[in-house]
Structures are given as structure tokens and as C-alpha cells.
T-cell receptor
Framework: DVKVTQSSRYLVKRTGEKVFLECVQDMDHENMFWYRQDPGLGLRLIYFSYDVKMKEKGDIPEGYSVSREKKERFSLILESASTNQTSMYLC????????????FGAGTRLSVL | GDSVTQMEGPVTLSEEAFLTINCTYT??????LFWYVQYPGEGLQLLLK?????DKGSNKGFEATYRKETTSFHLEKGSVQVSDSAVYFC????????????FGKGTKLSVIP
């Protein structure tokens, strides 16, 4: 069965901390995505990666960076967390030939205090 | 730019009622259209899709028809069950090499026995 695993379901961090959100997929997918999900705003794409060490900015990359050192793992980094980054973060993956069929993890709910 | 507009929720229905969730879109080119569903505590998963005008996507009793003339992709089900309680997202990919899915804000459906 297809699986996208996000390392934490809930995280609480302090303003100014460096935060790492980890995502691992076991489907050998080329594409991986990070979204944030906020009430009334739906899903917004933060970053996309189509290969190891490759990345593209999405709609809201400010305040975030990403790392993809291995095909199965895609990390989202908040260099200096701020309260407006409190949100639900969703990771997804897809095959390169069918990027519209995305498989999502269960999400990490991050609270920045 | 591309956009997806869904009916505001939440929607509360009794079991066996008829469901319609409206979705309209704005896009350049010839987009592909999708419905994703997010069950409580889980990540999003693809429910159905349609890739060209007049296509009908269907899955698990849900249907949606790609109407180019009205730029719509409304989700319907003839008889909802309690297990259909979830958040439903309409999405599009505008094609032409785009890697990005554009999501609507989501519609929360609650089905009561």
C-alpha cells in the first residue's frame, strides 16, 4: 500500500527556533510537495521537488526552505519560526508521469508560540 | 491566474440524502479537474478526475462531469452515508507542463444518522 509518512503529527515550537518537518515516501516517486493548509484558505503549495537536490518554489515559499538529499525524503525547514507559520503542513508525492495523482501524508500540525 | 471556487461549508445532511458540492474554475488552456477527499485525521486522497470536456469521473458512488461551457465540476452522490463525512477539495491542473495543482478552499460535509 502507498505510504507517505510525516515524522510528527503535532509540534510545538517557540518563535525564532529552527524547525524541521520530515516526510518520507515508500513508493519511489520522483515528485514531492509541501503544502500548508489553513481554514478558509485551502491548500497552498510551498515547495515542489521533482528529483534529488532539485526544487521549485510554489505560491508561498517565503520563510521556508527545503532539502531533498535522497529520493524518498523531503524536508521542510523553517529557518526562524514565526507565529504566522502556525498551520497544518501536508506532504505529498507523485510519479513524474502523473503528478496530478498525489498521495498525501496525514499532516503535521505546527504551533509556534 | 488559475483559481477554483467551491461552495462554502459546512454542509450537514441526513443519511441517504442527495449531495451536491458546487465547484467552478478559472483557468487558461484545457485544465484537468479533480476531487480530493480528506477523512478525519488523514491526508487527502484522490476521489475522482476528468481530463477533458464532457468526461465524467466516478468513484465510490460519487460523480462529477467536466462542463467546459459553465466551467464547472460539481460533485454529486445519490445517497450519502455517515462514512462520507469528510472535507472535499476541488482542484485543477492547467496542463501545458504545469506541475501545480490549484485547490479550492474545501467543503466540510457532515452526514448524520
Amino acid at each position: 500500500d502507498v505510504k507517505v509518512t510525516q515524522s510528527s503529527r503535532y509540534l510545538v515550537k517557540r518563535t525564532g527556533e529552527k524547525v524541521f518537518l520530515e516526510c518520507v515516501q515508500d513508493m519511489d516517486h520522483e515528485n514531492m510537495f509541501w503544502y500548508r493548509q489553513d481554514p478558509g484558505l485551502g491548500l497552498r503549495l510551498i515547495y515542489f521537488s521533482y528529483d534529488v537536490k532539485m526544487k521549485e518554489k510554489g505560491d508561498i515559499p517565503e520563510g521556508y526552505s527545503v532539502s531533498r538529499e535522497k529520493k524518498e525524503r523531503f524536508s521542510l525547514i523553517l529557518e526562524s519560526a514565526s507565529t504566522n507559520q502556525t498551520s497544518m503542513y501536508l506532504c505529498a508525492s507523485s510519479l513524474i508521469r502523473d503528478l496530478n495523482i498525489q498521495y498525501f501524508g496525514a499532516g503535521t500540525r505546527l504551533s509556534v508560540l | 491566474g488559475d483559481s477554483v471556487t467551491q461552495m462554502e461549508g459546512p454542509v450537514t445532511l441526513s443519511e441517504e440524502a442527495f449531495l451536491t458540492i458546487n465547484c467552478t474554475y478559472t483557468a487558461t488552456g484545457y485544465p484537468s479537474l479533480f476531487w480530493y477527499v480528506q477523512y478525519p485525521g488523514e491526508g487527502l486522497q484522490l476521489l475522482l478526475k476528468a481530463t477533458k470536456a464532457d468526461d465524467k469521473g466516478s468513484n465510490k458512488g460519487f460523480e462529477a462531469t467536466y462542463r467546459k461551457e459553465t466551467t464547472s465540476f460539481h460533485l454529486e452522490k445519490g445517497s450519502v452515508q455517515v462514512s462520507d463525512s469528510a472535507v472535499y477539495f476541488c482542484a485543477l491542473n492547467s496542463g501545458a507542463g504545469s506541475y501545480q495543482l490549484t485547490f479550492g478552499k474545501g467543503t466540510k460535509l457532515s452526514v448524520i444518522p
